[in-house]
């Protein structure tokens, strides 16, 4: 029903505007069909999705050479991130192919999010493993002192 329709784009809508990543496909013609704010807030476009919409992506976007014509790993063999450049961002980009029909590729969904943001969360997280260990170290050593306390108690050694 058309009501229907029009509520599953509403919800499209909805998801692509609250992805922290960004969104953006292109038909097979390479041209933008779909971007989203985080992406145009990313990439620093200050022009509408209406406005780009239709336009060619080279137009839009100052990308890495090869960018739309390397081809990407599958997903399912676990190496889909790429990094590329995308209007001077360093970005880690995954690629994913519409198919209309199986085998026939007629554009391609591209999800990105910024280099930086990981390296950062990686740095916190070997802060916080680091002080995981060392708390871990602390308890051995307070457990060793607290059991020579309760030995030498129990033998009555005040």
Not at 48 to 76: H, M, N, W
Not at 88 to 94: A, R
């Amino acid at each position: 029903e058309p009501k229907d329709i029009a509520q599953l784009v509403l919800q499209q809508r909805a998801l692509l505007e609250a992805m922290y990543e960004g969104v953006f496909a292109v038909n097979e013609e390479k041209q933008l069909i779909l971007i989203n704010r985080a992406a145009r807030e990313m990439l620093d476009i200050h022009r509408s999705e209406k406005d780009l919409i239709g336009k060619p992506l080279d137009e839009v976007l100052q990308t890495s050479p090869g960018f739309l014509t390397q081809r990407y790993a599958s997903v399912s063999s676990g190496r889909h991130d790429q990094i590329a450049v995308l209007n001077q961002h360093e970005v880690i980009v995954n690629r994913v192919a519409i198919e209309v029909e199986p085998g026939v590729e007629s554009g391609w969904v591209y999800s990105f999010r910024d280099k930086n943001d990981i390296n950062t969360l990686s740095s916190q997280l070997s802060q916080i493993k680091r002080y995981a260990d060392n708390l871990r170290i602390m308890r051995h050593e307070q457990l060793n002192w607290t059991a020579t306390l309760v030995g030498l108690l129990q033998m009555k050694h005040y």
